[in-house]
């Protein structure tokens, strides 16, 4: 071999072993780009100058292998990616364990990714709870919890083995934005765990397409961990603000593009279209060679790759689709054959043009018969023999095309709310007329079955602080409902989130209060049957333009049992609203009512949440607070500061509170009905706005306790 043969083979290995370095390139030079066996791709790293600010990891070589944590904390990190923007971490479950004689240990945990870090907790993951009587929940570092959800058991036999509906297993969604987590038990709630088959009980985040419950999952004590999705991204920059900038630009690479973060503020950085690798470092997104990937860029003619893209052509003399295989063709060799499958292909073109037509009527028909089915299923035949006979009903029955129409077909853009029975969108009918949509969650053939009877009677409820049912539609598999529009959205919405700082006099407060009481006491006592409402808090009770209130949403309505069998057997319902005495009879009864409307009434007097984050343990639960509060002479110290210096006279206040505390009643006989509920709070009002009118200590307490 001769010294020009021999170096002309040394440069082209130089040049190979670049090219091939230049598609691998991860880190910064002279930076590792590995921990263990975990890649740690630029704008990670685990060396001093080798991150971007803020991005900095900890490889601990003390284990074996060795594990990549963040900033020495407790999450080990399992998998670093790009593309997308993700990284996985294992996090402890929090368990509590029980026996018969109570708590017997346990830990709670939490993940910190810390507010000033890039990383957020992705919305892929859900909160998870395991056991029996388990009632978990977590707060997202705003001060108070935010989300959780009720697991229950009976017998063994009614675990399912890949079902967490709240039998053994439950799991609730999480907001986007969240870069803190931590988990609670109610200890009070758990100390009821069937120790035989289910000692513990288990809170944890997951990724939701990495976890399955098993049966089995209840007879665990030990400590195990989860994957948990967490998002990063460049924070506290857009785009456009972050390209002025070209020194702090974190899209390095020539040939890539600035993208919004999907979860909170900042944005990503992704190699173009054709170009591969890390578009975080100078030169590190690299032309994608089509030519050499034919699985996923076929090309069976001339193939000619290009910066960002490749071009692919026939043969010189050949024309056709080089995409496929043998779909080039020579150009000057039209044959008599090749005419006769021409001639026949067109043929055959015109009989599956005619047999989709035939399949689309039959399609057509199929869809008929189904709608058909769906009216008969949902009680159509009675609702439409209702309305025939009753020619002052103003109730109608709607198509699903018309409410297609009305509401985009459902577009997201349309949706006013989602709750556990369904989510709700407005919408504007042909005549202009604004609407409430409820598009509910699948249901059982036995609830389907008294549904018509139970939607004619709601559609006869008649009160101006009721929601008023418009119609339906029947020619679906889950029946949809049409309300009236009501504009000023929820109570909840309107003392808690939309401005703390809002004035909202004690007026106002005992307007809202009597007329959703006044609402409930009709449902309870004027409706024909009567009607137990089954969710009442103030996510529950609409505000008009005036401000009047509308009780709304009766997913979990049921009509007042005539006998035991009636009663229901599945606790429904909203954490920090339920009747206790209900989660442990599984019995609805009026007084359920009461009780929950007792904690809206708490939520006027004091603004706060039914469970918030704030103080020790015993003090999340608003009912309990403010029974604590009431019981020692603290009255003053939990009522919203707004209404306690606008008032004149403490007697209205503490007369509201007596009440509310009568609501609170553990025993439900101790309670009053809804109506005295009403006619006490109407009296307050009058008394407020009439203070001439001296009312005795008696008097009140005589009204309040009459029952």
Known sequence: MSRFQYGMMLVMLIVTTAAAAATTKNALPGCPDKCGNITVPFPFGIKPGCSRESFDLTCDDTHSPPRLVIYDDIQIISNISLQPAELTVRLNASRACYNETGYVGGHNTYLSAGSGRPFRISTRNRFTAIGCATFAYFDSGEGYYVSGCVSLCRNVSDFVDGSCTGVGCCQSSISPGMWFYETAFDDKFNKNTVADFSPCSYAFLVDENKFQFKVSDLKRTDDFTTPVALNWAIRNRTCDEAKRNVTSYACRSQNSDCFKAIDDDGYICNCSKGYHGNPYLDDGCQDIDECKLSNQYPCYGDCMNTNGSYTCKCPKGKT???SVKDGCRSKDHFTLALKAITGASVGIFFIVLISLFVCLGLQRRKLIRTKQKFFEQNGGFLVQQQIDSNQSMTFKIFSKEELEKATHNFDASCVLGRGGHG????????????????????????????FAKEMLILSQVNHKNVVKLLGCCLEVQVPMLVYEYVSNGTLYHFI?????????SLDMRLKIAVEAAEALSYLHSSASPPILHGDVKSANILLDDNFSAKVSDFGASKFAPSDEAQFATLVQGTCGYLDPEYMITSQLTEKSDVYSFGVVLLELLTRRKALYFSGPEEERCLASSFLRAMNGNRLFEIIDNQIVSESEREETIRDIAQLASQCLKITRDERPTMKEVAESLDMFRRYKKHSWIRISSEETQSLIDKH
Not at 432 to 438: D, E, G, L, M, Q
Not at 496 to 504: F, G, N, T
Request: hydrophobic share 30%; aromatic share 2%.
């Open 320 to 322: 056709g689709d080089p």
């Open 423 to 450: 989510t709700v969108y407005k919408g504007v009918l042909a005549d202009k007329t604004v609407v409430a949509i409820k598009k509910s969650k699948l249901m059982d053939a036995s609830e389907t079955k008294e």
């Open 496 to 504: 808690h989130e939309k401005d703390h700082h809002a004035p909202l």
